[in-house]
């Protein structure tokens, strides 16, 4: 049970600071990426996202036809399972999580625009090393694209961290 705690906190925290980095990620009207300066409003006419929806990975592309349309590009932020280690049995606690990034656009002429893999290096240097409370050190571990999809294109971007958690705190 407090290992289910421990997990559910660091995943929370991880939730929320990769999902508030990747809303600071801009696009404006040329096509160029920056990141949206700390003191601007979150004003998508000012400051136009570059990623229109963020959410929880739930095989979302696998029934993109049955599911509410989401507005792409669009991110989907999976936990692959992972194990914890006792560092100090019930007090310290410490794994290694893996984190699918599922990063979705829109089928393009190939030849023409294959900015999808812009965007990709984009996020990695918004979330490169990337720290909180509970985890430390995220950085990309591997990288892979689906083409199994006629109209989308989604790649996997795989991070990991170290997460940790003492009892206490």
Not at 25 to 39: K, M, T
Not at 41 to 51: G, Q, S, T
Not at 70 to 87: G, L, M, S, Y
Request: overall charge negative; hydrophobic content about 35%.
């Amino acid at each position: 049970r407090q290992q289910y705690r421990l997990q559910h906190q660091m995943r929370e925290e991880l939730y929320r600071k990769l999902k508030a980095r990747l809303e600071s990620l801009c696009v404006n009207c040329a096509g160029e990426y920056y990141e949206r300066p700390d003191e601007a409003d979150v004003d998508d006419d000012l400051h136009p996202r570059a990623i229109r929806h963020i959410d929880l990975w739930n095989h979302n592309v696998e029934f993109i036809e049955q599911e509410t349309p989401w507005e792409r590009p669009a991110v989907f932020i999976e936990f692959v399972p992972f194990k914890w280690n006792a560092i100090m049995p019930g007090v310290e606690y410490r794994a290694e999580p893996l984190i699918n990034l599922h990063v979705v656009t829109d089928w393009v002429d190939q030849e023409s625009d294959i900015g999808h893999f812009r965007l990709l290096d984009k996020i990695h240097g918004l979330l490169a090393g990337m720290s909180g409370k509970t985890f430390m050190e995220l950085d990309i571990d591997s990288s892979t694209t689906n083409h199994n999809h006629e109209e989308i294109v989604e790649n996997i971007e795989t991070y990991t961290c170290v997460g940790f958690r003492r009892l206490g705190q």
